[in-house]
């Protein structure tokens, strides 16, 4: 059975992060996250973890190269080829293009969570962001001009965050059982 791994992309403030977490702790399985990994690198270059130094210093270790970066969030957890894996903070189609290469023969799925307007709102006030302006500049940085186009249209899965964590942990997880088993069958069936 070809195992899989559990991609998670969403706009800022879409609930991702806090997703992925419940779905790796449900699963058991590890987790990895680009926006860790960013911040690791930002406060070891001394430059603080603002959204704007965080976007800066992603947008650097792309343009650094790709396949180096998905190799180093890859290699936060002590995680080998084979096992399954949650990776958390996708904000390009071309890294996830180079994770699917990086972990294969494993599966890499893209779970898409979206997010109406008004609970991300309240969400980056939440987080202290409370001026439009903020967040449009945030949204207008090439860390996230993909996302709401691009990743959306390939997820294999897209879930609505405006629900309960424990519904859509349940929906993911469901969603990734029922995989499995269809894997499974077609593996028989060959």
């Known amino acids: 059975m070809k195992p899989v791994i559990l991609g998670f992309a969403g706009s800022i403030a879409s609930g991702k992060s806090t997703l992925?977490?419940?779905?790796?702790s449900s699963l058991g399985w590890q987790r990895v996250s680009f926006g860790d990994y960013v911040r690791t690198v930002a406060q070891h270059q001394g430059l603080g973890e603002s959204r704007e130094v965080l976007q800066t210093v992603g947008a650097t270790l792309v343009n650094q190269g790709m396949e180096q970066f998905c190799k180093a969030v890859l290699?936060?957890?002590?995680?080998?080829?084979?096992?399954?894996?949650?990776?958390?903070?996708?904000?390009?189609?071309?890294?996830?293009?180079?994770?699917?290469?990086?972990?294969?023969?494993?599966?890499?799925?893209?779970?898409?969570?979206?997010?109406?307007n008004s609970t991300r709102e309240a969400r980056l006030i939440e987080r202290g962001l409370t001026h439009r302006e903020q967040w449009q500049q945030f949204e207008a940085h090439s860390?996230?001009?993909?996302?709401?186009?691009?990743?959306?249209?390939?997820?294999?899965?897209?879930?609505?965050?405006?629900?309960?964590?424990?519904?859509?942990?349940?929906?993911?997880?469901?969603?990734?059982?029922?995989?499995?088993?269809?894997?499974?069958?077609?593996?028989?069936?060959?």
């Open 20 to 24: 992925s977490i419940e779905v790796a």
């Open 75 to 116: 290699a936060q957890m002590d995680w080998e080829p084979g096992q399954p894996l949650v990776v958390d903070g996708i904000r390009h189609a071309e890294i996830l293009s180079t994770l699917r290469r990086l972990v294969a023969p494993s599966e890499l799925l893209l779970v898409f969570v979206a997010v109406n």
């Open 143 to 190: 860390t996230e001009a993909q996302v709401q186009t691009v990743l959306q249209a390939i997820a294999d899965f897209t879930v609505d965050s405006t629900q309960k964590i424990e519904e859509l942990v349940k929906e993911i997880v469901t969603w990734v059982q029922q995989l499995r088993k269809e894997i499974i069958s077609q593996s028989f069936n060959k």
